[in-house]
């Protein structure tokens, strides 16, 4: 009996199991994850504003991927590619084969002061972190400055998010935004339309944008930028740039951006019984040769064919080669407003909304058929 294991319950983990799990009783499928619960992390700004209940961002794992996968509710603390034996904090375990897909963390990019002042937007509890903090300062002073330290999706989302009107209750104090953006625009990685459309937006409402503007510390109640300018801050959110999950690091080949190397099948370099699949893969788009975004949209059909070619080797078949396409790019920002990019056309507003919902309404579908979108959507 082969033991398959797969390496985090996310976008990427979730979907290897669901297809291993399909192939059958006839090999030995563990999915691994420190948390028991699949975030829903698009739906993380929404949670930090307030908007969404944190409930609405969890999902119980053995809700999507049931029998005759096993669940292992571990921290993994050292990694052997595969076949070999990982260590958890649960004991030794050993695989035939891997996938691995334990996401990103947050970076302080070196950055003084970050980890202590503060927050990521990368997990439900950060989320739960910042409205609380929300809260708080706002029952308590008439104005809060928040500083949003990265003007990419998660940066510009929750800057979106949080300056909704709709969402302010009587009595609150107001909420002021800078967001500090190393680069010229917002989503540097997306288009200028698209950049161009949530800059109208955010600017309407107030947002104030520091373009070029590079950070030299954050202190207790500011962020100093490295051309002296300190910028005052009640609670800076850090949604700078990710890096992949450390875990890994000393064993596998990595990029220079500190992605692990795979081949358009996605087997690790050198290392042919491990795959690797969503934040953590250096994949190419097939067409175009250039580095695929950090995105749900990636990890999960590579999750799916990580699996795939797994079957496909065990049974002697060819792997396929990755070659999604991707349908755009699409963000809320708050409960009425949103924009998006799907085939080179820009749209904002309720219908830019429409097209989150609509991707959030495929992906619950897909892992819980009408049942969970009653519950979660
Ligand atoms: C705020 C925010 C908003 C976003 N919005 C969008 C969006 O709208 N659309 C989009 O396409 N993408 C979005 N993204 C990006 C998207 O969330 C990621 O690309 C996606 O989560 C990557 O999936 P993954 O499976 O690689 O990792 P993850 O989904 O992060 O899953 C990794 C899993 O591994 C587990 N894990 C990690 N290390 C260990 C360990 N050592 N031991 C045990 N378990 C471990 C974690 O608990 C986690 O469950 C957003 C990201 C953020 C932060």
């Known amino acids: 009996v082969s033991q398959i294991v797969v390496l985090g319950a996310g976008y990427a983990g979730i979907q290897a199991a669901r297809a291993l799990a399909r192939i059958g009783r006839q090999h030995d499928v563990t999915l691994v994850d420190r948390l028991p619960y699949h975030q829903l992390i698009t739906q993380l700004p929404g949670v930090a504003s307030g908007r969404i209940a944190p409930q609405k961002a969890t999902i119980p794992l053995a809700r999507v991927v049931g029998s005759p996968v096993h669940l292992l509710s571990a921290e993994i603390t050292d990694f052997t590619p595969a076949p070999g034996v990982l260590t958890t904090s649960a004991g030794p375990l050993e695989a035939h084969w891997l996938v691995l897909a334990l996401g990103s963390v947050a ?10 002042h503060a927050t990521p937007l990368k997990s439900v509890r950060d989320a739960v972190h910042i409205r609380n903090r929300l809260r708080e300062l706002r029952a308590t002073r008439s ?16 800057s979106g998010e949080v300056t909704d009107a709709s969402l302010s209750h009587r009595g609150d104090g107001s909420i002021s935004v800078t967001i500090v953006q190393p680069d010229n ?12 459309a949530i800059h109208r937006i955010l600017s309407r409402r107030g947002v104030t944008m520091r373009f070029n503007a590079w950070l030299d510390r954050v202190e207790e109640e500011r962020v100093v930028l490295e051309s002296g300018d300190a910028i005052p801050a009640d609670l800076v959110v850090w949604a700078a740039r990710t890096r992949p999950a450390p875990v890994a690091r000393p064993v596998l080949s990595w990029t220079p951006e500190g992605r692990i190397v795979v081949d358009p099948y996605l087997h690790a370099a050198g290392s042919p019984r491990t795959f690797v699949a969503g934040d953590l893969a250096a994949a ?5 040769g250039k580095p695929l975004p950090a995105s749900a949209q990636v990890a999960v059909p590579q999750g799916k064919l990580a699996a795939e070619n797994i079957v496909a ?14 349908l755009g790019e699409a963000l809320a920002l708050g409960r009425h407003d949103g924009a998006a990019e799907l085939t ?4 904002t507003g309720r219908i830019a909304l429409a097209v989150k919902r609509a991707a959030l309404l495929r992906y619950l579908t897909r892992l819980g058929g009408s049942d969970l979108v009653r519950e979660y959507l």
């Open 107 to 116: 970076s302080d990019l070196g950055i003084a002061g970050a980890l202590e």
């Open 143 to 158: 104005r809060t400055r928040v500083v949003v330290v990265g003007g990419g999706y998660t940066g510009t989302e929750f």
């Open 185 to 196: 625009r917002l989503l540097p990685q997306g288009s200028v339309k698209l950049s161009r």
């Open 284 to 288: 190419t788009d097939y067409l175009t």
């Open 313 to 326: 080797e065990m049974e002697g078949r060819r792997p396929a080669e990755f070659k999604e396409r991707l």
């Open 344 to 347: 080179g056309v820009v749209t």
